[in-house]
């Protein structure tokens, strides 16, 4: 059986190469514009993170994310820039820094780095799946679909890593009323 993620995208494909060409509508650009935001927000604090961690796992998954997160940026950035969208300003880009250099009072921990790009992760996700059901031009769906996809198998990936380090945040239990004492 073919992945289902990959086969929605597949006939997303078929739909947009047979789709007359539309102008953006204001939603759609109002997402484009939230979602380069977002990522160049998400790629700062990966950077700083770097700045900050000298776990190498953890160094690691901050290398991925970064990547994704430039990844994504450069190409919704040029999608809105060929459909004449003006891009939002963005923050400088932050320089190296030795780690051991920070003060511990400001230095995150290696937890809450993890908590952060879970969160980020989790929200950007959300994120890319109201504009893809929102967008009316199923390019600009499937685009924000892709984008979903990605940071899906991610978040998926940060799960594994968190659990294994024992960084994940767990909310209590459930246990609905009438349900037997023995958990």
């Not at 796992?57 to 997160?69: A, D, W």
Request: charged share 25%.
């Amino acid at each position: 059986m073919a992945n289902p993620i990959e086969a929605a995208l597949k006939t997303m494909k078929t739909l947009v190469d047979n789709e007359p060409k539309q102008p953006l509508h204001v939603g759609e650009v109002y997402y484009c514009w939230f979602y380069y935001t977002t990522i160049n927000e998400a790629e700062m604090y990966m950077k700083a993170a770097l700045n900050t961690t000298t776990d190498d796992e953890l160094r690691q998954v901050l290398q991925k994310s970064k990547k994704e997160c430039q990844t994504q940026t450069k190409r919704i950035e040029n999608f809105m820039l060929k459909e004449g969208v003006t891009l939002p300003p963005m923050p400088e880009n932050k320089p190296d820094s030795n780690p051991k250099d920070i003060p511990l009072g400001v230095k995150l921990t290696d937890d809450e780095i993890a908590n952060g790009i879970s969160i980020k992760t989790a929200y950007a996700t959300t994120l890319c799946a109201t504009a893809s059901t929102q967008a009316i031009r199923s390019d600009v769906s499937l685009m924000f679909m892709e984008f979903q996809a990605e940071k899906a198998v991610f978040g998926a990936e940060m799960k594994v890593f968190m659990r294994k380090r024992g960084w994940i945040k767990v909310p209590p239990h459930y246990y609905p009323p009438g349900m037997p004492n023995d958990h």
